[in-house]
């Protein structure tokens, strides 16, 4: 039983017509590189494409947050004087302010 010259030869024989074009093989190994070890691989593109979708989701919900906290802000100035009596207890020269704390026997029910 003889061995062959060449060990790579029984292997190339095996391998379907298209691969044992040293042409297409290149090419098959090009796109190989191109899509999984390149710097910007298909991968790395689709990382990238998911990471663009979650930042702009974020910056709509930021977005709808500003306007709330503009509206907050819209209705604060227009409130300020309740605001300053319900939370700093006050009151103008003429009033008399008197603060109800309810009894915490009766809220336990």
Do not use: C
Not at 62 to 74: F, G, N, P, S
């Amino acid at each position: 039983m003889a061995l062959a010259s060449n060990p790579w030869q029984s292997l190339w024989g095996k391998l379907p017509a298209p691969l044992q074009n040293r042409y297409y093989l290149t090419l098959l190994v090009f796109f190989f590189l191109l899509i999984f070890l390149d710097r910007h691989s298909m991968w790395t593109q689709w990382r990238l494409f998911r990471a663009q979708r979650r930042l702009e989701s974020d910056k709509s919900f930021y977005q709808a947050k500003i306007k709330e906290a503009k509206d907050e802000a819209e209705d604060f100035d227009l409130t300020k004087e309740k605001f300053a009596r319900e939370h700093y207890f006050m009151k103008q020269r003429d009033e008399d302010v008197y603060i109800i704390e309810p009894d915490p026997l009766r809220q336990s029910k």
